[in-house]
T-cell receptor, first 109, second 114 residues
Framework: ELKVEQNPLFLSMQEGKNYTIYCNYSTTSDRLYWYRQDPGKSLESLFVLLSNGAVKQEGRLMASLDTKARLSTLHITAAVHDLSATYFCAVEGAGDMRFGAGTRLTVKP | GAVVSQHPSRVICKSGTSVKIECRSLDFQATTMFWYRQFPKKSLMLMATSNEGSKATYEQGVEKDKFLINHASLTLSTLTVTSAHPEDSSFYIC??????????FGPGTRLTVT
């Protein structure tokens, strides 16, 4: 069974600081996703990672994938308040998509 | 880009009644649609996967007689919560997949059962 572990679950950051969210998964995956969710809203797609070594960047967020280690990271650079949200990784394998528990990020001035 | 809509966005119903949620892919044909449930401050849990024209596949622990899923066309899937109870109150999110294999998520439906 595909399992996805995400950490940390809660992250309080100061503006301007850097941090990384980790996503480990248990079995071979077809693709890995990162999503953002604001309170009361649905999911906003951030990144889709398809292959080993894939790295994608958008603004202050950068995602990477190591399929050998079954690990993806979401790196936040110079955090700003607007990045406060819950971030989920999701892993797809054999037609199923499983979500991590989510990381609730709060960026403080 | 691919757009998925859900209707209604919010619904309040009385205990014992049934409520139907619609999920539509607006600009693509969705061969597969997924239904998720999310409790407050929790992750998304897959409830069922439906392919157009065939019966839905339910995840373990999801009552198929309580959560009726119909995927009658390539652009519409419906989730009916039958005989709803307060513990069914949740945020229900659908997603749809077409030829690109990526899932596109709807805006969600907040169900409150009183």
């Amino acid at each position: 069974e595909l399992k996805v572990e995400q950490n940390p679950l809660f992250l309080s950051m100061q503006e301007g600081k850097n941090y990384t969210i980790y996503c480990n998964y248990s079995t071979t995956s077809d693709r890995l996703y990162w999503y953002r969710q604001d309170p009361g809203k649905s999911l906003e797609s951030l990144f889709v990672l398809l292959s080993n070594g894939a790295v994608k960047q958008e603004g202050r967020l950068m995602a990477s994938l190591d399929t050998k280690a079954r690990l993806s990271t979401l790196h936040i650079t110079a955090a700003v308040h607007d990045l406060s949200a819950t971030y989920f990784c999701a892993v797809e394998g054999a037609g199923d998509m499983r979500f991590g528990a989510g990381t609730r990020l709060t960026v403080k001035p | 880009g691919a757009v998925v809509s859900q209707h209604p966005s919010r619904v309040i119903c009385k205990s014992g009644t049934s409520v139907k949620i619609e999920c539509r892919s607006l600009d693509f044909q969705a061969t597969t649609m997924f239904w998720y449930r999310q409790f407050p401050k929790k992750s998304l849990m897959l409830m069922a996967t439906s392919n157009e024209g065939s019966k839905a596949t339910y995840e373990q622990g999801v009552e198929k007689d309580k959560f009726l899923i119909n995927h009658a066309s390539l652009t519409l899937s419906t989730l009916t919560v039958t005989s709803a109870h307060p513990e069914d109150s949740s945020f229900y999110i659908c997603s749809a997949r077409g030829g690109s294999l990526e899932q596109y998520f709807g805006p969600g439906t907040r169900l409150t059962v009183t």
